[in-house]
């Protein structure tokens, strides 16, 4: 008799050797393999002449044409000797290219990515037509005979004119598949691979123009409120699907929340506290993605009673393959262009559309309900108390100069300006919120509005905000106007429809002739915004944040025209006599941190933030905190205090402070009522000499913090 020993054994081996975890496991048949079909990808190479003839001498040179390129990631089986082909058709149904593809065996449990390779032998075989092309992928096996077809579609290729500025581009069309029926199928996984016991939530999506020029977040909602946020994701490079200009490219984005997981199986010794499990809540969630912090998408989806994620069936349906599941998503707002929101009728995977998909039509009244958020408040703007605080002493306007004009392109020496705007804001600021500044002319109509990269910041933390930097020399927002021009600080969230305002002030921009008489300079001024009115006003306060158990004392000034370290020194008195000094490095220092200057040189109109830092003066000292050598303690010392500042040799400041009998700052209350923010003291400064050259004496009058004078300031 026969022993059934090897019999069994065969059999407890071929059942161990079946993978069991479901999270990542791929359906698998016995007969051949799974293509995944969201992996399906066509894309054009384009070569830059075209060969009209193969046989001809020369090509038609300066005119683009195209093949076909074509990838996809496909499951085993698939034994040795098979083949896959990728068959090209004409409009026309005619043969056009039958391109054999990298294939290796693939085990039932492996995948591969298939990808066709194009070299310049193929540019005989480019094309200048467009229209509806089909194709087959097909698998071969000579040594089975079988000869199956795996995925039959049609893919649209139209064309656009490129950017007819560019000299290179005149006259030439370029060429792309229509992918706009990608933009509302998302899908939605939990990422087994990642961590299979305790897997994390994946939510991808398709966009068109390309986002990573921008910035693109992804915020996560369970009943209404906010659980995650995915502010770093980046695109799949491989899934852009053209060459060329931004509305002719479409993007995929994988949006990655470490933070949600599906469910806990791990047997470590991790708890997971920190982490928001699906099937410990059940019910409603909702993703919301904003681009350049507008809201672009929408997606909803739901948590069953069993812990899981509601699988509406689709993917299986149409055996796309693999274990995402398809998320429809609702398209908002003008960043993905003119894209034709029907696509995905008759177009879906190349031909292919989805039974039993219907793409979400809200997308009108989303935004009806975010302009009525807005348009309930006074000018679209809402006000809201206990907002995130600028700190006023940290915004700063400027005019940043560029060498072009953009209505004169071609003139050399035709300088111009647009304004540039910093601050620092105290949070909390929430994920998807957006600081923009707006700007108006000097008659008060409306300039733009810049809007600047904001990320989220907590409650009490600090943010800085800028304005986009122009770094080029030419821009269609530039202007030659001097004068007095407004702007407006807001922060917007269109997540919450908040549209609030934070400040609002002017500035005043003037110029000067650089260069000589000349006719070719004639155009060539700097521009600069006036900043006299910072010079009296001055800051002082003790420095916790680098010794909190004995801070030192810190002052502040501002100065007109570039200033010297080794020239510029404070002297500190207390009751008269010299108690410190910033010109001997061991007791003092004085660092300029801030310069607000224009593009020339250093004689150009500039203004220089200076703080002085005393070493031997603390505003007290904890039980054994330091131990200071010919010291000074504010709290034992109470009295008046005065600072002097010598420049080069020149008495060019001065100022004065007390300290009570508590042993604290006599605070004059004036950055309190100003609502100024931070930690510092309003510092009134006396300027002297003839360092600073010609300056406003009465700026501070009407112009200090941008047209927001000083309740309760005067200077000295």
Not at 179 to 206: A, C, F, S, T
Request: hydrophobic fraction near 35%.
């Amino acid at each position: 008799m026969r022993s059934i020993l090897p019999l069994l054994l065969c059999a407890l081996l071929c059942t161990v050797s079946i993978p069991t975890h479901p999270i990542h496991a791929y359906p698998v048949t016995a007969d051949g393999p799974t293509l995944l079909k969201r992996t399906i990808d066509i894309k054009l190479r384009r070569f830059l002449r075209y060969w009209k003839n193969p046989a001809a001498a020369e090509p038609q040179y300066n005119t683009y044409c195209w093949v076909p390129q074509i990838s996809f990631e496909a499951f085993g089986p698939v034994p040795g000797g098979s083949q896959f082909v990728a068959e090209f058709n004409l409009p026309d149904g005619k043969p056009w290219l039958s391109i054999n593809l990298p294939t290796n065996e693939i085990g039932a449990d492996d995948s591969d990515h298939i990808k066709m390779s194009v070299d310049d032998d193929m540019e005989k075989k480019a094309i200048i037509l467009t229209g509806v092309f089909p194709f087959k992928i097909l698998l071969k096996n000579p040594l089975s005979g079988t000869n199956d077809t795996l995925f039959a579609g049609t893919y649209k290729v139209s064309t656009y004119a490129p950017d007819q500025n560019i000299p290179e581009y005149k006259g030439k069309k370029e060429f792309f598949i229509e992918q706009d029926w990608r933009l509302p199928i998302g899908y939605i996984w939990l990422y087994g691979k990642d961590d299979e016991n305790v897997p994390p939530l994946n939510i991808g999506m398709w966009f068109r123009g390309n986002p990573s020029r921008g910035k693109i977040e992804a915020l996560l909602f369970y009943k209404g409120k906010q659980i995650a946020a995915c502010t770093n994701s980046y695109p799949d490079a491989e899934n852009e699907t053209a060459v060329g200009d931004d509305a002719h490219k479409w993007t995929h984005w994988p949006f990655y929340f470490p933070t949600v997981r599906g469910f806990n199986k791990d047997t470590s010794a991790n708890s997971y506290d920190s982490m928001f499990f699906l099937d410990k809540n059940p019910g409603e969630y909702e993703v919301k993605v904003l681009r350049d912090s507008k809201l672009a998408r929408t997606a909803k989806f739901t948590v069953g009673a069993d812990g899981k994620i509601v699988d509406n069936g689709i993917a299986r349906a149409n055996k796309m393959g693999g274990i995402r599941m398809v998320l429809p998503v609702t398209i908002l707002g003008n960043g993905d262009y003119d894209y034709n929101a029907q696509g995905w009728k008759a177009d879906a995977f190349y031909g292919n559309p989805l039974s039993g998909f219907t793409a979400p039509d809200g997308s009108t009244a989303t935004t009806e309900k975010n302009e009525a958020a807005v348009s309930t408040v006074t000018g679209g703007t809402q006000t809201v108390a206990g907002g995130p605080p600028i700190l006023k002493y940290s915004l700063h306007v400027r005019a940043r100069r560029m060498v072009r004009y953009w209505k004169f392109p071609e003139q050399d020496n035709y300088w111009s300006w647009i304004p540039e705007v910093s601050f620092q804001v105290l949070g909390p600021v929430a994920n998807g919120a957006q600081f923009q500044v707006d700007y108006t002319l000097p008659d008060g109509k409306p300039w733009f509005t810049a809007e600047c990269d904001t990320t989220a910041i907590a409650e009490g933390g600090l943010g800085t905000i800028t304005t986009p930097q122009q770094t080029g020399h030419m821009d269609k927002r530039a202007i030659l106007d001097t004068g007095t021009f407004g702007f407006r600080i807001r922060l917007k969230n269109e997540i919450s429809g908040m549209n609030q305002e934070l400040f609002k002030g002017k500035f005043t921009v003037k110029k000067f002739h650089v260069g000589n008489d000349l006719p070719q300079f004639k155009n060539q001024f700097e521009y600069y915004v006036d900043q006299d009115w910072m010079l009296p006003v001055g800051y002082l306060w003790l420095d916790y944040f680098t010794e909190k158990n004995a801070p030192p004392l810190k002052a502040t000034m501002w100065f007109h025209n570039e200033n010297d370290a080794t020239k510029l020194a404070a002297y500190l008195f207390y009751n008269g006599k010299q108690i410190a000094t910033t010109k001997t490095s061991s007791t003092g220092v004085a660092n300029s941190d801030k310069s607000l200057l224009t593009a020339g040189n250093d004689t150009s109109p500039r203004w220089e933030r200076w703080t002085f830092t005393w070493f031997n003066v603390r505003g007290y000292i904890l039980e054994n905190a330091v131990t200071l050598t010919n010291g000074h303690v504010l709290y034992s010392n109470p009295g008046d205090y005065e600072i002097k500042v010598i420049n080069d040799g020149e008495l060019v400041r001065t100022a004065s402070f007390s300290v009570g009998k508590d042993g604290k700052i006599v605070d004059n209350g004036i950055a309190t009522q100003n609502k100024i923010g931070g930690f510092s003291f309003i510092l009134p400064v006396k300027v002297l000499g003839t360092k600073d050259g010609q300056w406003d004496a009465n700026a501070w009058k009407d112009h200090a913090f941008y047209d927001n004078p000083l309740a309760g300031f005067t200077a000295p």
